[in-house]
């Protein structure tokens, strides 16, 4: 059964440094997703893109992050500057076209930022 | 706006007791609705959906749910617990705008133990 894929699994940085989480969603979908858990909370929506471009995106998601799928079937999410509130599991998701739009996570990355 | 709560935040049953997990939704219009798993270290996983075709649902390893519109519940059961049941369950809202894309709304989530 086809499967959304992340890597890597886990992530340490400094903070105020980039980094770049990747996802391969699951090849015929269309629609892409981050979402991300801080430790003891909610699943939090950040950003969907489709179309080679941002659909929609949360108040989350500020100028220092960034998506984009370079060649058609990674998806990366970026962190420009990390800070110490950026600590999360970040989960990806695909969707297919139609009513219903049901996501399909990936394992997610769980990024530490000393 | 559209919102779940997960009235239980921790459920405990024994093996083979029947198990229900509750959520409430609030939705401005006929809601999308779905149940998610997660296993310990792993993903998050379907486990069921709702899609206004039919008000009981059934889902993956033996779990069904119901929307009850009257109560605003979708509340998820199952028979009988067995071990490799333990795991955290997410109740989620769909929102959509009509556009290409969709997001998902997630309650808090209920960890569920299951003792031997």
């Known amino acids: 059964e086809p499967e959304v894929t992340q890597t890597p699994s886990h992530q340490v940085t400094q903070m105020g440094q980039e980094v770049i989480l990747r996802c391969v969603p699951i090849?015929?979908?269309?629609?892409f997703y981050w979402y991300r858990q801080i430790l003891g909370q909610k699943v939090e929506f950040l950003v969907s893109?489709?179309?080679?471009?941002?659909?929609?995106k949360s108040e989350i998601f500020d100028d220092q992050f960034s998506v984009e799928r370079p060649d058609g079937s990674n998806f990366t999410l970026k962190i420009r500057s990390t800070k110490l509130e950026d600590s999360a599991m970040y989960f990806c998701?695909?969707?297919?076209?139609?009513?219903?739009?049901?996501?399909?996570f990936g394992p997610g990355t769980r990024l530490l930022v000393l | 706006a559209q919102s779940v709560t997960q009235l239980d935040s921790h459920v405990s049953v024994s093996e083979g007791t029947p198990v229900l997990l509750r959520c409430n939704y609030s939705?401005?219009?006929?809601?999308?609705l779905f149940w998610y798993v997660q296993h310990p270290n792993k993903g998050l996983q379907l486990l069921l959906k709702?899609?206004?075709?039919?008000?009981l649902v059934k889902g993956i390893n033996g779990f069904e749910a119901e929307f009850k519109k009257s109560e605003t519940s979708f509340h998820l059961t199952k028979p009988s617990a067995h071990m490799s049941d333990a795991a955290e369950y997410f109740c989620?809202?769909?929102?959509?705008?009509?556009?290409?894309?969709?997001?998902?709304?997630f309650g808090t989530g209920t960890l569920l133990a299951v003792q031997p």
């Open positions: 989620v809202v769909s929102v959509d705008y009509g556009g290409a894309t969709n997001k998902l709304i």
């Open positions: 893109f489709y179309n080679n471009e941002i659909s929609e």
């Open positions: 090849s015929n979908h269309l629609y």
């Open positions: 709702y899609t206004s075709a039919a008000t």
């Open positions: 939705s401005s219009y006929s809601p999308s």
């Open positions: 998701a695909s969707s297919t076209p139609g009513g219903l739009k049901t996501q399909y």
